[in-house]
């Protein structure tokens, strides 16, 4: 360390900081960072300008909610499935072919993802299928 804070005073405009644990005057341990500057041949100053030390406990509050989200994103990323490659489809039943069987596209996609299908009819196949409801 004394060689450290040596280095520092013989590099005006010179930035260090350190970190460690003290005891509170409660009893508690705390984490905290002193941040200097040397200002020895600053005209003004010409000495070792604001020292001062920060609590670092909200710091690494929050570096752990970092690291947290960092993990949870990483676990999101590896359940990703993806579908590629060529599937047959039937053209009328839209069924999917896996070797000899058939399966409907729903299942097919289901089984592959984390998605839930809900039916309805577009306009066009309503209209088709059912063109006594037909509202145009």
Not at 67 to 96: F, H, P, R, W, Y
Request: hydrophobic residues 35%; charged residues 25%; positive net charge.
């Amino acid at each position: 360390m004394e060689s450290s804070l040596s280095e520092f005073w013989k590099n005006p405009g010179a930035r260090d900081s350190i970190q460690y644990r003290a005891k509170h005057a409660n009893g508690t341990w705390v984490s905290l960072e002193v941040v200097a500057y040397n200002l020895l041949e600053h005209p003004a100053v010409r000495r070792s300008g604001p020292k001062w030390a920060r609590h670092q406990a909200s710091r690494k509050r929050e570096d752990a909610g970092k690291d947290q989200m960092i993990a949870e994103l990483q676990q999101t990323i590896a359940n990703v499935k993806t579908l590629t490659g060529v599937l047959a489809i039937c053209a009328s039943c839209k069924k999917i072919q896996e070797g000899d069987c058939w399966r409907q596209i729903e299942a097919y996609i289901r089984d592959r993802s984390q998605v839930e299908f809900s039916h309805t009819m577009c306009p066009e196949c309503s209209a088709l299928w059912y063109p006594e409801h037909d509202r145009n």
